[in-house]
């Protein structure tokens, strides 16, 4: 899933680009992608284009007559720069957003079909959108230890809760967890003001230090390879391989449709913990601790 890096950044080019222009016409590839019936999609034609913004992990297109597109990309959707008119693609096109200059096309590498548009007017309206969570690079110490500890859960829960923290997704999580060397279990409350500190400077660090990486890689064009996946990233999506600081190989957690990766010498104090299906699988023979797995 896009998250605050990758959909900041797809803002701030679409901004660039699109910002003071007429918006001409939202087509639609796929009946499911529009959420809403009122207004219509017919009340956009001609509406000038006052600006983006990033809402959460939401994209928020702002148009004269208090008109806003909402845009969720969900895990898979994602947005491609075209020129206008561009006929959407058959097999994954779910929607186009067409300005004076350009189209810019929605697509979904996904039949779940979640990713989601939904046409509102008022900013009353919009406010229902957003999930309150706190803006982690614009926050200090003490407003991110407030939150984080108002209730008592794991860090990759806290971290990626929307009510919580806004725009951190399962990528992000891990890496800033492996930037504090904290482990993804740890309980919130449990957390001492150094600690907190710690986490807090990580979260910073790796959003800014994403976000840098990714506006030079976009540079004056528009973002067209957003992965959660990313080469340089020390945990997530590097199962098995070998850590980056210790050279012990990577852990990973699964449950429902997400996952924690994370480095067991450098996180836990060498602790494992036990994946559900593995477990279930392996039973009493689980290893407990990064030295019963290598040996």
């Keep these: 899933m896009p998250e ?38 017919g009340a956009l034609r001609g509406q000038q284009v006052h600006g983006f913004d990033r809402l959460g992990k939401r994209i928020i297109v702002s148009l004269s007559d208090e008109l806003y597109i909402v845009v969720h990309l969900m895990i898979a959707g ?26 810019v096309v929605f697509t979904e590498a ?7 548009i939904h046409i509102v007017r008022g900013r009353s309206v919009l406010a229902e959108f957003d999930r309150a969570g706190l803006e982690v690079l614009s926050a200090d110490v003490n407003e ?3 939150v984080l500890q108002a209730q008592n859960h794991t860090l990759k829960r806290a971290l990626t809760d929307p009510g919580i923290l806004s725009g951190i997704g399962n990528a992000y999580s891990d890496e800033i967890l492996f930037e504090a060397k904290m482990s993804p279990f ?15 400077a990580a979260a910073k660090t790796v959003l800014s230090r994403y976000l840098s990486v990714i506006r030079e890689e976009v540079g004056e064009g528009f973002p067209d390879k957003v992965t959660a996946f990313r080469p340089d ?63």
Excluded at 186 to 197: A, F, I, N
């Design 4 to 41: 605050l890096p990758d959909v900041a950044v797809y803002v701030e080019r679409l901004n660039a680009m699109f910002r003071g222009e007429r918006f001409e016409s939202l087509r639609l590839g796929s009946p499911f992608v529009l959420r809403t019936v009122e207004p219509e999609p």
């Design 78 to 103: 994602r947005l491609r720069l075209k020129k206008r008119g561009f006929a959407l693609p058959k097999s994954n096109g779910l929607a186009a957003l067409d300005f004076a200059s350009a189209s």
């Design 110 to 116: 996904s039949k779940k079909k979640r990713a989601s």
């Design 144 to 146: 991110f230890s407030a």
């Design 186 to 200: 740890k309980q919130t409350q449990t957390l001492t003001v150094d600690q907190l500190s710690r986490l807090h």
């Design 233 to 295: 990233m020390a945990v997530h999506g590097r199962y098995g391989q070998p850590c980056i600081e210790c050279g012990s190989k990577i852990q990973r957690i699964v449950y429902a449709e997400n996952e924690a990766n994370y480095c067991a010498k450098c996180q836990t104090g060498g602790k494992l913990y036990a994946d559900r299906s593995l477990s279930r699988l392996l039973k009493s023979n689980w290893p407990k601790r990064i030295e019963d797995l290598e040996n």
